[in-house]
Structure formats: C-alpha cells, structure tokens
C-alpha cells in the first residue's frame, strides 16, 4: 500500500508542471484551477488516505476556493509559488550545509555510500564543498531566473495582477516553459556533466553506473538530511 501512495504521489509529482503548461499554453482558467487542484492533492494524498480530519477539511476547503474563483484571474498568483519556492527551498538544502559547523551536504552522501570503514580520497571533502556550493548556486540562480519570468509575465504575470506596469512584458508562456522543461533540463544536464567528471576525478566509487548511482543517492539523502551531523561526529566514522 505504501508503494503504491509512493508511485501515485510520483505520477502526480511528474504531472503537475505540465498541467501548468498546458494551463498556460491554452490559456484557460478551468485548467488553471485543476493544476492547483492537483497540487492540493500532492501535498495532502498522504493525510487523506490516513484518514485525517483536518486534512479532508482543507481539500474541501480547497475545492470550494478553487470552484469559486475558477473564473478569477488571481488564481494565476499562486501557480507561480510551487516552483519558486521549491528552487529556493532546494538552494537553501545545500547553502545551509556550507557553514563551518556542518559538513557540506555533499560529502554528507558521499560518506553514507561509502563503507564506514573504507578511507576516502583526500580531495573529496573539497570538491564535495565546491560542489554543494555549485548546487546552492544553480538553484539559486533558477530560482532569480524564474521570479523575474513570473512577475514581467503576461497577460497574468505577477505585477499586472497585483495592478503594476512591469517596466517590460513578456509571454507568459516563456515563464512557464523555462520553470516547468527548461531548469529541469539544466539540472538535470548539470547533475549527468558531474556525473561523467566525477567518475574521471574519482575512478573507486560504489557504483556501477548512473541509475545505479540515482538509486544509492535515493536511498541515503534522507539519512543525510535528517543527519545533524557535524564534522567530528561525521568524519569520525572513517578515521
């Protein structure tokens, strides 16, 4: 059962930003509606299959809001919060784990796929830090690029909603193609370039290939996340 909340969960992860898109493309409120909607119920499938009241209160809620203003151009505002704040909130994962104090989130996963008692290359506590840094940069970046898509937006951008006169305008279609294809693609295309350098840089890892790699990384981020770990307590175990 919790496979399947998972696969379901996934399937509506994928298909939310290209609801978006074509809400954008097509212009239309109705689709506009259904991709919040369907938003809604990413974020509260797991409570409503438990059964939760309040849960089921606020996809009521929800529903009601949305069948209400299913007509209204302000519902265009909060289509333009999931991927801004989920660039931020990505960049912020990484920046974080910058601070003197913490080991940077990087070589936070390299530790976990390695043996606790096998000894790492000296040069990876480094390019970990760089590249966690990367990444807080790039997110960071995507996340500038698309608020300034968002708020010269239009017909629905932003600032025309709110009643400003944005200093240039531009299609709304340019926004919701580069926050939901196009920094998908560049994260992605910059996480498959790391990738090849990565295995040139550091011939000995524990994997075999790319989706093999994917499927470690999806398994110990958690723990990594969650960890809390500083350098001593972390670094320690391979000593």
Do not use: C
């Amino acid at each position: 059962m919790r496979m399947r909340l998972r696969g379901v969960l996934l399937l509506l992860a994928i298909g939310y930003p290209l609801m978006v898109h074509v809400a954008v493309v097509t212009g239309s409120p109705s689709l506009t509606a259904l991709s919040l909607g369907w938003l809604a119920a990413l974020a509260l499938g797991p409570a409503l299959l438990r059964g939760q009241p309040l849960a089921w209160l606020a996809a009521a809620a929800v529903a009601s809001v949305l069948a209400l203003g299913a007509q209204g151009s302000w519902l265009w505002l909060p289509v333009y919060a999931p991927s801004i704040a989920a660039d931020v909130f990505v960049a912020f994962l990484f920046a974080r784990t910058l601070k003197p104090t913490e080991v940077p989130l990087i070589e936070q996963i390299v530790r976990l796929l390695h043996d606790p008692s096998e000894r790492l290359d000296p040069g990876i506590p480094a390019y970990a830090r760089r590249l966690t840094a990367a990444w807080a940069v790039l997110f960071g970046t995507l996340a500038g690029i698309n608020l300034v898509l968002a708020l010269l937006a239009a017909p629905h951008g932003i600032l025309l909603l709110l009643g400003m006169t944005p200093p240039v305008t531009l299609p709304q279609r340019a926004w919701s193609l580069f926050a939901n294809l196009l920094e998908y693609l560049v994260a992605a295309l910059f996480f498959v370039g790391e990738f090849a350098y990565r295995r040139r840089r550091f011939p000995h890892q524990p994997y075999r290939n790319l989706l093999h790699f994917l499927l470690q990384v999806a398994a110990v981020t958690p723990r990594a996340l969650g960890a809390g770990r500083g350098p001593a307590q972390l670094r320690g175990r391979q000593a």
